[in-house]
């Protein structure tokens, strides 16, 4: 089981678009400036690490709250990226491997990567990846110093690393002494505003104009006006939901304020 | 054993309907609207996993006290889906297991589920699934993060799938960082109200109306008029010893009163 | 070893009559009526199971202090039932199994049960079983949640099962969260009162009424009159260490005075 | 090494004569009262398990400070049975086993003693067998349930069996719950006074008469007329010391003077 | 791929240099007199151990913040030793190995040296070398003692040894008891001065006087005239980032105060 | 590599002289009375283990600062005994083996002395072999516990044996309560005064007269005519060193301060 789960990842050289691709399922909402500058940032990264005279090594770490878009984000910086070798390192394809099959499985992504002038490896949910919970706390040493050791190795001469991870708890990863071996950090933010979930709504097309005054009139009924503070993914299903009500609007109201009231159900 | 156990989990693209109905031993009965409700919601996600444009990942988690019928309800909202996929994971399949063999076991069980196109996986007791002892506590890591992760893992295309699980044991799973992986949760409760506790004994068939008037007014008498709070599981064993006995009714009340007092035998 | 000790477990669908037979080396005293309240709670339980139409699994804890009699009474009325398969579990036999190999041993024998449409499996000294010790604490968290999985187990359609278990910890029990998982419990005493200790003396043959006076008040010259407190087991190892002594009755006033006194040697 | 281990433990069936041996190497020497109503004590318990009506199974801890003679008194026991099987288990022939190697080597002792119709199994030093570390705290918990469970084992019908153990730590059995699973113990006290000083030199056959008298308040000035509080196998090894001395007398009141002031060397 | 690893070390008897070379990217800039003192240092007590009739062990721990150059300053004393054999200890070339494994790699690579008259060993980020994460504290026991032993052991006749060791974490390799056992220790320091960073920026050859000026004079308008306190590493990206930037002056002078408020990306 | 690191240990029978040479780089300067006193002692051991008539057990350890020369005289001391077997365990020759053939090559070393009728065995830096870390703590219990069982293991008929062991860690040995089963402690002390001092320097034979003079004013000078407390393996290492500078007596003086200043290098 574990030797096949080493062959599934095939392209050793190659862009893993698939796996990336199941990411983006919506595609990228331009809900506010945020998300312009945040894929910004992350091609200024890139150009760096392409530039054959520069540092041949970069590592960012994107957090956020939870379904606020770091994983789309990072695999869409890593597509955009067009390197050669593309590949995504998920807790999803780990399940059932010991501490020392992660850490031979991370290495060897690693391995592949130096064969490759260009790479990017996205490394999702880091805080899983080390098995990390609360209580205890316990969490995979062997995996958390592998990961600390391969941000800072430096690839092979003409061979040029850029590496993306995503976390939703940033400060594990600090008392981990592991955040600040990352070059840089982008802060991935939930939708906030009226206005920002306003544009999502547009953007879905699912909402004419008035059923979204409507609706969000509803919301601001309901939560008193409150900030919104939902995660993109959360207001996406929820759209997705509200449409196979015959009350779209009332549903969709009905849905967001549950989320805005609390870690509810979308 | 193991091997052995691993067979044993046969319906790879089927319905586990015998060990589903275990948990109905007695059937679901309708005394009160919570019941009638709570089957609502079940099959209001179960048709929003069902629809091909909507998202292809639910998970609900179902709490409550112990033999409120969490089981019951769980199986019953699996089975009324009609998907071609339906699977049972407990812990009693899988006494003797290692950590590892039960995260082997888990990861199958949703392989197996990703080959339909619609899934249902009621995972029963995760409390005990993952080991929790509160002495420590302990528990063990590998299962608790296979779930994390197999909770929010996406189907492959044109695969559809819906998660429920059962437990007594809300504010663990709140500690252990897992409850809010769930897209929603249900809770289920007791048997509260005299009036409820009539309708249980009701649709029993086992009393008449006298005999229903004599002993609730008994236990009414012994416990005070306290709410009764008692599980639907208790209950119904209850009536069933009663019926061994030549005085149903005063064997009734007392088995009742002292599961009303505390966490006795019925 | 291990292997040998599996093919041992002999009696797959029978009774291990002597085993249990050694659990009750000098029969059953009737010094109080709690004696014969316990013999008939515990029929109670078995008839209930022996009921086709009634709950197919109950589980019955005994609690109380050291040599008390939990084992002898569990025994007793596991061989009073007559079920076609009667096992008694002990840690006893499992000396130098793993906590794997214990509970695979558990489970074998709860399947062997399942295989006979009536069972009655007596699991002796649980917390011995799962290695309990104070400091730490520490105890084997693999074999509770076998034994917690096990009690709540249905057996297969048809087959019925009762479980008797014994304990001197109940308070142990209740920390490690499976004191409420049996569905009762029964609380074996002490031999309390000079009454109970006089039937008891009366009851071995061992003494004449004279010695018998002339023992019981020099035992409450010693101890002031103070209650008896000691488990029937050293009661009686005690009456036979006396009978080899030429005087009888001083020895055994002075063993028992000491056992009151504290946990000394009879 | 662990299968010539086991090979070695010959007398199946049999008297482990050489090994207890070892342990008396100065034989006993008569200082008190106290030494005879051990051997006493000790002989009581061995002739009731001796008689075939009586308890098949009685258990004696030996406690004491170190170098007291606890291992010597036991083994001394151990021999005047003159039961057919007598088994020394000591940590000395243990070294380099695991836990389970520890406790197949204890179980099988006590399955060849269970062929013997009267046996006498010594377990020298219980506290290092369990692997006891005060920090931590640390030791066997294998080892020490093990132990527990042997302790309280019914040998099989006719067979009758006895069990000395000796321990420097009583509070620790106490805290690990196992001392209170001995049918008696035996406190092993040091040699406490100048009278019983007296009598081991006497008995040693070292010292003239003037010297004993000499060596003895010499002793007296130097420690202030203290309590002497030494073992018996701390002096009988300062005799000898001594003996190699050409100031004997000088000698022998140095050693004891810094034993009695405090764990020095002898 | 553990054998393959071992293999991999092949320069037995040799010199690492291209490992030792990937260490120095950029050279060593002489930016203030600590750094030809470190260097003057290190040469001492190469010279030390290189004298026949001297100690033929000695040990030299490199101690400073993060990217201060310590791996740097390491690799060139080695190289400049000259000595037949030179090996650099990466935890870069041991991800995936156990505890065991890396023993047997450092065990392996110290017999390697004593087959050489004259050897450096260069052990590179101790405290990921023993796996040290502060949550718990958690390191490896087995590592952390192999170390402390082979810093210690003396090598056989005519073959002698330096080792420098290099770390962030001086204070846990003195809570470790592993910091006072190496003969000596160095302090590398950051760019502090305002001074020091003019040094770095001229010698990089990046900027003109005219931009020089600009840019620190920009550097203390933002900062405010705070000590700079970077590691040489951090400056040395951030000019090479600047240099990809039309503004270069703007960028770098941006790029440095982010590092100097605080552990920002470079 | 662990059955070499076994085979290597050859002299089951014979003197191990070149790894005792090994400890006694220097051989042994008379810089105060201790030592002669010292040496004495240990040979009052040796000489009492001797007599076939006198205990054939003795166990020895010295304690005493780092470098302070305890390793030393403990080799001495087991050469100077001119016994047939003489043998050294120390952590050097374990580097790599787990805890269990750590304990296996200890029982085997003392099995090997068993054979002959005279033997040593030296214990070097027993803090080590046990793995002792203070953060934890942490040590290996298997080790511990084997050494104190061998400790107090008598050997067989006619054979004799002395250990000498050896720890910068007395206070940890206490609380591990292995302290207090060797039979005698001996305390190595550091060079302590500026006389004692004086006459390493003289034996060195490195000084003229009126070097040591400036040497000794300097060092008064520079610590303020504070204690030495230096241990004698960092004096020797700083005339080494100081021999190889054209201002010998400069460099000795600043070596020498900074080691009484601090644990410094010299
Ligand atoms: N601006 C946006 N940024 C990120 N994702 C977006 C955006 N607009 C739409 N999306 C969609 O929203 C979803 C974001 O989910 P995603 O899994 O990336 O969140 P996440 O923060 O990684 O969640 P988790 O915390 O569970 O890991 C994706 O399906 C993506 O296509
Ligand atoms: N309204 C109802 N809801 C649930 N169960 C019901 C209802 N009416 C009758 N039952 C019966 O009650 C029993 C409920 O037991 P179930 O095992 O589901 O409880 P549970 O909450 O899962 O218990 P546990 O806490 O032990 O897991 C079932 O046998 C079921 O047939
Ligand atoms: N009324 C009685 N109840 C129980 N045992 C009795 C009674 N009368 C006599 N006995 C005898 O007393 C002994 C009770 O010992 P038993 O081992 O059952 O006690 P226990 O409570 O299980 O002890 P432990 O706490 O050590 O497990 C048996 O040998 C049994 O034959
Ligand atoms: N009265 C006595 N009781 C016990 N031992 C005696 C007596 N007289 C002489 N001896 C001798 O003293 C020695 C006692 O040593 P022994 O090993 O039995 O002590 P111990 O208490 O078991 O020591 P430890 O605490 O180290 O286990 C034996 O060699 C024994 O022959
Ligand atoms: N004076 C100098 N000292 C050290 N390194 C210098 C110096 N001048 C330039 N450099 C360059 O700076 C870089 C220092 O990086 P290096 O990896 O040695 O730092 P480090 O302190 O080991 O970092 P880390 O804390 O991450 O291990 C090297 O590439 C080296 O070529
Ligand atoms: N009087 C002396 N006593 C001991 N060693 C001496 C003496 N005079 C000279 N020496 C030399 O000093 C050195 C002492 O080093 P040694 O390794 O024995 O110290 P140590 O206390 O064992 O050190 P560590 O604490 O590191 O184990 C040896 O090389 C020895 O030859
Ligand atoms: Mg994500
Ligand atoms: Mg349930
Ligand atoms: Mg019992
Ligand atoms: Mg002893
Ligand atoms: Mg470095
Ligand atoms: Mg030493």
Redesign the pocket.
């Given at each position: 089981d574990f030797m096949n789960a080493l062959d599934e990842v095939k392209p050793l050289f190659g862009v893993a678009e698939e796996e990336l691709g199941k990411?983006?399922?919506?595609?990228?909402?331009?809900?506010s400036n945020h998300?312009e500058n945040i894929l910004d940032e992350g091609g200024l990264y890139i150009n760096q690490v392409r530039k054959p005279d520069s540092t041949p090594l970069l590592s960012v770490v994107l957090h956020?709250p939870?379904?606020?878009?770091?994983?789309?984000?990072a695999a869409k910086m890593a597509m955009d990226s067009e390197f050669p070798f593309i590949k995504l390192v998920s807790p999803e394809d780990m399940v059932g491997f010991s501490e020392m099959q992660k850490v031979i499985q991370l290495d060897k992504t690693f391995r592949d990567a130096y064969k490759s002038p260009l790479s990017v490896i996205v490394i999702d949910?880091i805080e899983l990846l080390v098995d990390w919970v609360p209580i205890g706390p316990r969490f995979s040493n062997q995996v958390l110093v592998a990961l600390k050791v391969l941000l800072g190795k430096q690839p092979p001469k003409n061979r040029r690393l850029i590496i993306f991870a995503?976390t939703?708890e940033r400060s594990v990863l600090q008392q981990l002494d592991i955040f600040n071996r990352f070059d840089a950090e982008i802060s991935?933010p939930n939708v906030n505003t009226q206005n920002e979930l306003a544009r999502v709504m547009q953007q879905s097309g699912a909402f004419s104009d008035e059923d979204q005054h409507r609706a969000i009139s509803e919301i601001q009924d309901i939560t008193g006006g409150a900030d919104i503070g939902v995660?993109?993914?959360k207001i996406?299903t929820g759209i997705e939901t509200a449409k196979q009500d015959q009350d779209m609007v009332g549903r969709f109201a009905r849905v967001m304020s549950s989320a805005i009231a609390a870690r509810g159900y979308i």
């Open positions: 990411c983006i399922r919506w595609g990228i909402f331009h809900f998300i956020g939870p379904g606020s878009g770091k994983s789309a984000l949910n995503t939703t991935v995660g993109i993914k996406l």
